[in-house]
């Protein structure tokens, strides 16, 4: 009661907001100093308060590598399992496809071919091909623009651990992933959605 009672409390601040400190709150809400800074380290670790030396505590705003920790490792503790996961990748990236076709400037496009060919030039090398392999995933999904579709795609990709990609760090796969991700910008390229998707659903189902 007393976590979801600071939580409305700190959502009636905005972001840059400095937070009362641990005497006042622990004043406001009676109870001691102790047990509100367990509270006040819990909100920091979930990334929505910072403290700052010398200065006090302050409302912030959760990045997505914030919010994708903390969802991904509460999503384990429930059981998903890998075909869950795959279906939803596949349900997000098809979903993101004509916003990609409409939203997708040169600069970035740009920035995904040249992924593509570091990746190409990394077959030697799976651990940084994996890297780049989700970096061109993520960057998708950037383009999209919406905020809440990349916490979900930081989350699934924070799932998909070594356990599920380690069978796909060799270099035949990697060739793989370079050739279809070169077939993607194809079509994105040249406004093709319903090409894209079928590329996309090709790319997740071999998973």
């Keep these: 009661m007393l976590l979801k009672a600071v939580k409305k409390y700190i959502t009636t601040l905005r972001v840059g ?7 006042e709150l622990a004043a406001k809400f009676k109870v001691s100093r102790g047990t ?3 509270i006040i380290n819990h909100l920091m670790l979930l990334g929505v308060l910072e403290r700052t030396a010398r200065r006090g505590t302050f409302v912030k705003a959760p990045t997505v590598g914030d919010i994708g920790e903390t969802l991904s490792l509460q999503l384990l503790f429930t059981g998903v399992g890998f075909e869950e996961l795959k279906e939803t990748r596949l349900f997000l990236e098809l979903g993101q496809v004509p916003l990609l076709i409409r939203l997708a400037t040169p600069v970035l496009i740009d920035r995904l071919d040249a992924l593509i060919d570091q990746m190409e030039k ?13 970096e ?5 999904t950037e383009i999209a623009g919406n905020r809440v579709l990349k916490v979900f795609s930081q989350v699934i990709s924070l799932m998909f651990d070594r356990k599920h990609r380690g069978r796909f760090l ?3 796969a990697i060739r793989k992933s370079v050739c279809d991700h070169r077939k993607m910008m194809k079509y994105l390229k040249s406004g093709d959605c319903e090409n894209l998707k079928a590329v996309i659903i090709e790319h997740i189902q071999q998973l």
């Design 17 to 23: 907001d400095k937070v009362p400190n641990e005497l």
């Design 36 to 38: 509100l800074r367990e």
């Design 122 to 134: 990394s077959v030697d090398d799976p651990e940084r091909a994996d890297a780049l392999d989700l």
């Design 136 to 140: 061109f995933h993520l960057t998708l």
């Design 170 to 172: 060799n270099a035949a």
